[in-house]
């Protein structure tokens, strides 16, 4: 019989406002992008692993390897420097190789940074932020209700599930989002300070002297 | 179906179709600037401008690649012939620093008539 | 047919429709995908069914929705993943609104549409591919894009057209709006 899954844990949420998390966020992506080594963004991605981990995202190392080794993949299509073998026609170069490389940590970092920084209880200003608001008290109500859904009679079940949320018949009323509790929002205190400290400084230190 | 509806149904196929037709026909290859020095062999693109050092028993050999040309800027080497050599742009045209152990040729794209058929080294 | 922005914009049903989309877009985030980068194209039904009803304006937030909503809630708003996302939906929107609008019923339904909006997406998807992440070297995907994209332009046009004809509330949605 399979284990059931853990649940996974935000550690950070309990450290970080949202808004304070998502410009966090940037300052790391900036670290990241403005890397000049692959060396720097290796780490960096390293780094970003890390964090998602501890934001709770499921992080498939598969997934991640296979995007990096692709980018290496089509970048040696564009031979750069010493070569190293040839495979075929293909002369497989150290320059090309490395570029990929660098390539594929930034996009890897980017995504990383992102799990890490984006939180589902961040605040988007003026109307628009409004209207995410019931948007998104609306989704999670579709998704605490997936199991409803039934394969074998998708389209009545898909029905009925949209009726059960956006009642269209007579005499109905809608569960408004109005009535869905705010959005959960911890203050950064010290140790989310203290945090953001310690991972934006030593990055911005890799990215700017690890040439 | 709709008219419309087989229309961008045909041309999505025909992209499909065309698309593989492209990436699949025979091209001939990007203008490279090879160098063959005391560590090897290393490739450059022929259109991108930059200064490669090739190193070799006497030293540095600096090889510049500008406005799809390549020529020897400096050689340790005593007479500077492949200095004199001047600038290469076409395909199996070579400049070679005896002294020094260095070549360096351009490959890819259409062979042109003049070139030898082989070249030893 | 609705105008262009002169009725207030139906903030709860635009809300409702962006809830759907990113209801779609997270179970397309779970399938496997067979190469990188390529996307079913789930969320755009909700983008897709209610052409017959919602104003350009009401599209537009529906689109915006979907997209930063997507960024949101997988937690890929910053990263490349966002960028892939916005080009792709934001292309075929343009061209299945467009072509809703500007062709007699008779002619185009919304299997044409959406096979139209996939060839956009996937079009966009690929030129992000070779300039930004892969470089021209990936133009090889081309022919899978488009081969897969045939596909799944043409299912969900079908899919919508099957809702659109045996849905009761949305049926009832239209009666009302």
Redesign the interface.
Known sequence: MAKPNRPRTDRLACLLHPTARFFW??AL?ACLVFAADWKARGLLALLGMGL?LA?G?RVSFGYFA??VA??VV??L???????WLTLG?V?I?EGAFFLGLG?GMT?AG??F??????S?D?R?PGR?GA??G??????E???DQ?KALKPRAL?MS??RL??R??P??PGTE?D??ANRKPFASTKTGFPGWLLMGLTVVPAALVSVFLR | MKPLDWFFLVLSLALTVGTAWVVLAPTD?PL?VEVQDA???????LDEDRTIEAQGPLGITSIHVAQNGVFVHDSPCTNKVCIAMGTIRTSGQFVACLPNRVFVRITGGAPSPETPDAGVW | MPGFGKRPVR??L???F???S??FA??EYLFPKPI?FFRLGLSNLPLLVSLGFFSFREQL?LL??KV??T???N????????LFSTGATLASFLVMYGLYRLTPPRLVSLTGISLAGAIASNAVQIALAMGI??????GVVAPWYFGLGTFTGWAMGWGAT??QK?????G??RG?T
């Not at chain 1, 019931?134 to 989704?139: D, E, L």
């Not at chain 2, 560590?39 to 693109?45: C, H, K, N, R, V």
């Open positions: 966020g940037l992506l998602a934001a995202k296979f995007l692709s980018v089509f970048n299509f564009l031979p750069v420097g010493r070569v026609p002369p170069t390539k996009f980017l995504v940074f992102s799990l890490a920084s984006i589902r961040l988007l628009f209207l995410w019931q948007t998104f008290a609306w989704y109500q579709l998704m997936r389209l898909i029905d949209l009726e949320l956006y269209t018949r809608a408004r989002p | 290859a490279r560590g090897g062999t290393s490739i450059y693109p | 903030t709860d635009v809300a409702f962006g809830a759907l990113l209801f997270t179970l990188p937030l915006l929705l930063v909503g960024g949101i809630v937690g890929t708003l910053t990263s490349y993943v966002f992440v892969y470089g021209p070297a990936s099957q809702f045996h849905s009761k509330w949305l009832r949605l009302q």
